[in-house]
């Protein structure tokens, strides 16, 4: 008599059949997720670029924004490379509406409104807030990374508020500064969040369960893994999972920082005993102890051999005739280079 049960191979999974294969449908989606190489990635960079940019695509046009950085003066070298110069050269207004840079212009910007921003000279103030407003406008236009504008916008306000009373340049300036900023909050506060028509296209949550864990183990930000979790019921429980979260903490802290809140009779390795750590509770403690770790798609960088200071994906026109080596520069490197 022949055997009428499930499926005992796989019950209730489905098949897919690919080049070399009949392969389950849950895996070949796996493997698609492991298989976004660095080609693969860089396609849909292009592919999101061209979409998004429409009228302004003149902006991804191959421009290199570079400078030669004089690191100090000599009989020939008379000139130091200013702040204000430096940023009006890397073209910092232009490089947020570049989704790549614009994360790094960001922290620039948040580092030197926080640190001394009432002793930049005058010229440098207003490069600052025209990168600033360009940043304000180009996050309502895209409605990306307004996050980051409400934060620079309240740390504009706070800076503006300390140096008050001892800044460089002229009074009627700082007026300016303190309406501009008013102005970028306004707009920012009437902003409104528009809902996506019921167009019957797939959303997130309609996709399978394996699908929306990839996506999100990719994504680096603890706020939008919440923010994804509370937008859906469907979602809640995805964001929840301590497999996700115990990724996370091993990508933002090394194993000794882990360890300082990891429970002493946890031995990790143990299957048993992991199961029971709260991976999201260490997350929090290892984060406001030691903050976490910054990533960007783009960075500065500087050439060892020319001293030129450019954005890496962009490159400069070197020198060298050998392929030279260069430092990559983070935003707290940059900034250490000028004397505020
Ligand atoms: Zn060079």
Known sequence: MPFLGQDWRSPGDQWVRTTEGWEKLRLWRLKVFENLNENVVAR????????????????????????????????????LTSLSEALLRLDMAGAVKDIRRSNFVCKLLQLILENKFANLSGTAQKHIFQILEATINEALRTELNLGWARELLSQAQKGLDQGQNYHIGSQCLWERHHALVCKLSNQVAAYQLKQRDEDNRVTLSDLPADCIRSILYCVADHRDIIHTGQAASKLQDFSQEMLLWRELCQYHFSNRQILTFLPSNVVVGKDEEEDSIDWKNIYKRCYKRFGKKETFADMLAMCTHCCSIYWQSLGHPCISDVEAKSRVLSPEDFIKLFPL
Do not use: V, W
């Open 44 to 79: 849909l960079i292009r592919l999101a670029l061209t979409m998004d940019l429409g009228p302004h695509r003149q902006t991804t046009e191959r421009r290199q924004p570079y400078f030669f950085f004089n690191k100090g003066t000599s009989r020939e070298k008379k000139e």
